[in-house]
């Protein structure tokens, strides 16, 4: 009889701490995640990609998607700041934005998703091993 309480006792001590740390886990998983700094908390979303500014018509390439970008101040000075990186016009460059992303139809843009510049991060030139361009024509 003392062999099956002594037994019971230490299966509740044991499975009793067991419990303790899974909510003490539980709550330090709450308090990270319900932290949000102000830039993560103004509904705009960091793009990094290959972006291209010609005839009117401005495309950035994620890893994952293409994105149609609304022709905006915010535009013009990142087609500016990328000028200096480009050799010819259709030159891509690496950008890193934050913007603003819909799905809403536009006339002029017939991408599916499109993008509004809020916030120019970085602007680079692509890398050499990047810059796969085909040239058309006679040299």
Known sequence: MKNIFSIALILSVFLSCKNDNKSEQKEETNTISTERTEKQSDGLTLLKGEFVYY??????????DIYGVFI????KELSQRAEQYKNEPTDMVEVEIRGKITNQKDDKILWENKV????????????????????????
Do not use: F, M, R, S
């Open 55 to 64: 005839d009117g018509a401005a495309v950035l390439q994620t890893h994952a």
């Open 72 to 75: 905006t101040d915010k535009l």
């Open 116 to 139: 509004e510049i809020a916030e120019i991060l970085n602007v680079n030139p692509l890398p050499k091993d990047k810059n796969n361009v085909v040239k058309l024509g006679q040299e």
